[in-house]
């Protein structure tokens, strides 16, 4: 079975471009989680969804960040303009809920992104 | 609201030696609590987890954790580390309400074996 895909696994920028951030999560998961990992801050949770509707956005840095998720099996985060705090590791991970929902959470590969 | 302390930031064992990760944590009720691990370049990878029941879980890789409610830890441990068990290992609590799960990771402890 596939995991979680993220696309792309690296990007570098210059700062006040735009970039998106992709991600499938599992088939048949119905939650979506946005994490940002940095040596300073470590693991953020900046977003999640549940079948397909944002839930809480409040890690969310600022209004630069957005994220969506048009179907159930894609979700984006976009950041514009992008700037060189932004440089970090950006996790999308899902979940499935329900009776047999044990709390896991199944991460992608990760997108490293470096904004100059 | 939820939290969760690893107060090692790196350790160094010997292949074949004993390991024990320390985690805290800080809930309002009964967590649940997992710990992940991260292989360079990868994303993260469950050892283990504990909801109820046995406080000793047994995870995958031969790893082991405790849950100790009086003194709100979680400690992970394996009697035996292999070279490959270098990586970043990071503790986290949270809470699975509606059928959701919202992690809180603590830091992470990163393991380095000697050989």
């Known amino acids: 079975d596939a995991g979680v895909i993220q696309s792309p696994r690296h990007e570098v920028t210059e700062m006040g471009q735009e970039v998106t951030l992709r991600c499938k999560p599992i088939?048949?998961?119905?939650?979506l989680f946005w994490y940002r990992q940095t040596m300073m801050r470590g693991l953020e949770l900046l977003i999640y969804f549940n079948n397909n509707v944002p839930i809480d956005d409040s890690g969310m840095p600022e209004d630069r960040f957005s994220a969506k998720m048009p179907n159930a099996s894609f979700s984006t985060l976009k950041i514009q303009p992008s700037e060189p705090r932004d440089s970090a590791v950006y996790f999308c991970?899902?979940?499935?809920?329900?009776?047999?929902?044990?709390?896991?959470?199944?991460f992608g590969e990760g997108s490293r992104l470096t904004v100059l | 609201a939820q939290s969760v302390t690893q107060p090692d930031i790196h350790i160094t064992v010997s292949e074949g030696a004993s390991l024990e990760l320390r985690c805290n944590y800080s809930?309002?009720?009964?967590?649940?609590l997992f710990w992940y691990v991260q292989s360079p370049g990868q994303g993260l990878q469950l050892l283990l987890k504990?909801?109820?029941?046995?406080?000793l879980v047994q995870g995958i890789k031969g790893f082991e954790a405790e849950f100790k409610r009086s003194q709100s830890s979680f400690n992970l441990r394996k009697p035996s580390v292999h070279w490959s068990d270098a990586a970043e290992y990071f503790c986290a609590v949270g809470a699975v309400t509606g059928g959701g799960n919202k992690l809180t990771f603590g830091t992470g402890t990163q393991l380095k074996v000697e050989l």
């Open positions: 504990y909801f109820s029941g046995d406080t």
């Open positions: 088939s048949g998961h119905d939650y």
């Open positions: 809930y309002g009720a009964t967590p649940y």
């Open positions: 991970a899902s979940s499935l809920a329900g009776a047999t929902n044990t709390g896991e959470l199944f």
